[in-house]
């Protein structure tokens, strides 16, 4: 289904735009080679006994909010987060803390049919879908032992290892095994097909889908800077047919903050200091606080390509391996594609968008405030660190 567009024309955009500050901060394409890709081979999520007092938090923090069909065992997410933590070092107040912690700062996407998940997708415009358990499973089978690189940002804990234009989760799949897609299982089969049409049904029935996806994990918790996934030029021109999606590989989960860009204009604070620096940051003119969403197994959260996130969450053994989904809705050809200037005559070329996603960490009018100190950490995920996610 994945439609390769070829001949890129967007170079001169990103030309245009670069930063007054240093790439290392604001480019996606500054990562860090860790491996080069391996075979795949199954990464595996364990449940193990609570009781077991040598687990670790990361061990015991293992989901099950999700069953067979979909649907939570506990409405009371707070509670059912809660039960995974090893809380024999809190006290009673500690604990009850936690717990209104939990339910105050993380939002378990479980069914766009419950209103508060309800009302997080029509602020986000976003879309919540099930993606198959054969499919996942295979996905999963499907993913390097070790991803490839590392995202370029000061944190470096998030692993990710992005594939080519012209594979689909099918041809991914087909690929790790050394079959082609007609070899599939006909049950992963038949969950590729739903999943692209749920995509596709969700974004625009009537248009035509290209997607390309990245493997993610984290290493441990340190929370994503605020950044969107494409330089400015790109989603001023294209935002309308460009999407993001999230899902994860394991019941672990995934995990990832939102936030809404209320006032669309850059920061006025003075202080120099980077986000994530020792330095403290002027306030900026209005912050936002994030929202912190978790996507249960055999969810998936699209959102539009403007969202301002950020992942570098860890809560279970396997890291949180999930996949990253750039999707694109094509137009018309009329209007996908873009006159390239010097070439007399004005010769159209496709334009590659899912070639070119770029983190941007910096405001869109003054590349020299960072959008992290606009946008701030949801309340309570500090008090988190180290009893819930992992460090």
Known sequence: MVAIIANSAINAL??????????????FSSTIDV?????????????????????????RCQFDIVTENGSNKNDTVGDDLFSKVDTTA?????????RQVLQSTILTL??????????????YNGHLVNV???????????????????????????FYEMRDMDQDVGSIIARSSNNGVDSLDSSVRQDIHSFENSIQTSLGNSKKISYRGSFMQTESTMYQ????????????????????????LTEEGAFLQLWQDDDHHSTTATNDSSCGSDGNVA???????????????????????????????????????????????????????????GKGGGEKERIALLEHPMNKYTEKHDRRRELCERFVDAEGLESLLGVFFDV
């Open 14 to 27: 990103i030309v245009k735009n670069k930063d007054a500050r240093s790439e290392s901060i604001d480019s």
């Open 35 to 59: 491996h080069a890709p391996s075979k795949s081979h199954v990464v595996a999520t364990h449940h193990h006994d609570e009781d077991d007092d040598s687990l670790s938090s990361s061990e």
């Open 90 to 98: 809190l006290d009673q107040e500690q604990q009850l803390h936690l």
């Open 110 to 123: 479980s069914s766009p049919t419950h209103s508060d998940v309800r009302n997080l997708l029509d602020a």
């Open 132 to 158: 198959g358990h054969n499919l996942l499973t295979a996905l999963r089978n499907a993913a390097p032992s070790q991803l490839a690189a590392r995202v370029g940002d000061y944190n470096e804990n998030l």
């Open 225 to 248: 800077p605020a950044h969107v996934d494409y330089d400015y030029p790109i989603l001023s021109n294209y935002s309308q047919r460009l999407f993001l999606a999230f899902f994860p």
């Open 283 to 341: 306030p900026a003119a209005v912050v936002q606080e994030g929202t912190v969403v978790y996507i249960p197994y055999g969810k998936m959260l699209i959102l539009p390509s403007d969202t301002i996130h950020g992942g570098g969450f860890k809560c279970g053994k396997g890291g949180n391996l999930r996949f990253h989904l750039y999707i694109d809705v094509e137009e018309e050809e009329d209007e996908a594609s873009k006159t390239v200037g």
